[in-house]
T-cell receptor, first 112, second 113 residues
Framework: DAKTTQPPSMDCAEGRAANLPCNHSTISGNEYVYWYRQIHSQGPQYIIHGLKNNETNEMASLIITEDRKSSTLILPHATLRDTAVYYCIAAGPPGTASKLTFGTGTRLQVTL | DAGVTQSPTHLIKTRGQQVTLRCSPKSGHDTVSWYQQALGQGPQFIFQYYEEEERQRGNFPDRFSGHQFPNYSSELNVNALLLGDSALYLC????????????FGPGTRLTVL
């Protein structure tokens, strides 16, 4: 699995968009980008995944650059409940990927 | 619909002892993965079970073993406990044909003294 690099921490004001970057310059052609988050004292929670097209669901949007070397997770209107550690993971195609390789993630602090 | 459940919530053991942790997957899920999360670190993959067999294993010694039962529930066993085994142990389950989408339980906090 390709290595991913994320900033260790970020702050965001409540109600504003939170944009979390991830670098995955060695991602291979069949690897997807997955995002999970872990709220304090809970297990990680799946957010979204994508290959090369932008993706959106009820939780977030995922923007992947055309060369696929980086991506950005967007929380459009961050709330205090979005305070968590966010993990960006590169892994094999859906249906085949088994092992998720978590790094140290980005600690997002949402403030009033 | 209950999510992934794990037991016990907390556990204290001494060095050299053995421990068994349990996991019940989300309803309809057939794959179970186990992770170890040390303080301040991301979860590290231990192994994954599907159809009662270990399908993939991470870089953990043989002291770590597991089992999956016909009802898809799973156990993680750790023998000869070391101080460094102190961590949060997370179980995750996946729906059929989607082992990449993992739903995590709250974890079991193991302390080895």
């Amino acid at each position: 699995d390709a290595k991913t690099t994320q900033p260790p921490s970020m702050d965001c004001a409540e109600g504003r968009a939170a944009n979390l970057p991830c670098n995955h310059s060695t991602i291979s052609g069949n690897e997807y980008v997955y995002w999970y988050r872990q709220i304090h004292s809970q297990g990680p929670q799946y957010i979204i995944h994508g290959l090369k097209n932008n993706e959106t669901n009820e939780m977030a949007s995922l923007i992947i650059t055309e060369d696929r070397k980086s991506s950005t997770l967007i929380l459009p209107h961050a709330t205090l409940r979005d305070t968590a550690v966010y993990y960006c993971i590169a892994a094999g195609p859906p249906g085949t990927a088994s092992k998720l390789t978590f790094g140290t993630g980005t600690r997002l602090q949402v403030t009033l | 619909d209950a999510g992934v459940t794990q037991s016990p919530t907390h556990l204290i053991k001494t060095r050299g002892q053995q421990v068994t942790l349990r996991c019940s997957p989300k309803s309809g899920h057939d794959t179970v993965s186990w992770y170890q999360q040390a303080l301040g670190q991301g979860p590290q993959f231990i192994f994954q079970y599907y159809e009662e067999e270990e399908r993939q294993r991470g870089n953990f010694p043989d002291r770590f073993s597991g089992h999956q039962f016909p009802n898809y529930s799973s156990e993680l066993n750790v023998n000869a406990l070391l101080l460094g085994d102190s961590a949060l142990y997370l179980c995750a389950s996946s729906p059929p044909r989607r082992p990449d989408t993992q739903y995590f339980g709250p974890g079991t906090r193991l302390t080895v003294l």
